[in-house]
């Protein structure tokens, strides 16, 4: 498959296995991609097939379209649902041996009504996120002993951090505390018990848990310093390449005026392509020259300041080990995730293996069949 607008993204698998190594041999416990949000943006299927290759015991997703999404894609391991499916929709996810999450105490109950036999689902409980889960042990043991008489199995139990990110937060050990404890007074033969996130897996210990669940770090980025190798280098190319005067100015609204001649290049990204308009002002780099963008980001294209003239057609990288996410989140005021999670499908990707391409996937140029 190809492309003809010169912006893509480089996904490196090689990368990615290297981060899941690197993780387990960090927190030796069984691994659980977090998948969702199209990989974080690196493309579901590439990034689920390379992560059970590398030993991912499970893939979790968001909902049942991108568990569906995956299953179309022909990734036949077990898929988790951390979000909530509607009970009207819980035979397809036993069609497709999808697993559920029990999200609250009313959705299992709900589910009680539909047909359920061969239903596979993990325990959501909520123990501070006051975002999906059961509350306390009376709903617990009462789903359990519904869902066992249904013919329901709970093979898992889990909870998710809200402070993970900061290690001095007391609300992490809270939480554990109370999640332990409500494992410990169930006495139920959970097959997966997981809490951590990845910022979780690298500074908490968890010790009744037997995996954790991973999502940024394995695209290579965490809070913490940890031996992790990016795996998405998004590059582009210069396709005009100017002089303009002092006092020109770039842009709509006409929010940069040249303070001297200067060169800029147009780049063809853009908002439509999840990059927002708060870039303005911070970098792209050409080698390791930066390159600001200068004036306000347009929806496909934008434009940057050149140190020299450089040819069109030169390649620029927008995000990966030169210009660091980290830097460029505080410049947006968001979060790494934010930043790879909006970026669009017009984005081709490019998958490299032992430093050769395996695929191009560019989900803009595929012809319908019907
Ligand atoms: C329930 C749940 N578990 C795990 C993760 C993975 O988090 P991270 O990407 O920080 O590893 C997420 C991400 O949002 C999540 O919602």
Known sequence: MRFYRETWADVDLDALEYNIHSLQNHHKKDLIAIIKANAYGHGDDMIAKKALACGAKILAVSSLDEALSLRYKHVEGPILVLGHIAPKDIHVAIEEEIIATVTSYAWAKDILNENCEGLVVHLKVDTGMNRMGLKNMTEIEEVLSDFEEAGILVEGLYT?????????????????????????????????????????????????????????????????????????????????????????????????TASQKEIIATIPIGYADGWNRKHQGHFAKIGDVECEYIGRICMDQCMIRLDKVYPEGTLVELLGNHVSIYPMAKHLETIPYEILTQLSDRIPKVYFEKGKIVTTINPRLIKKED
């Open 160 to 256: 998710h951090f809200a402070s993970s990110d900061d290690p001095k937060e007391i609300q992490t050990y809270k939480q554990y505390v109370l999640f332990e404890s409500i494992y410990r007074q169930l006495d139920h033969p959970f097959k997966w018990v997981h809490a951590s996130n990845s910022d979780a897996s690298l500074h908490f210990d968890t010790p009744i848990c037997n995996a954790v669940r991973i999502g940024l770090a394995l695209f290579g980025y965490a809070s913490f310093d940890y031996d992790l190798k990016v795996v998405m280098t998004l590059k582009t190319k210069l396709v005009n390449v100017k002089t303009i005067e002092k006092g020109e100015t770039v842009s709509y609204g006409a929010t940069y």
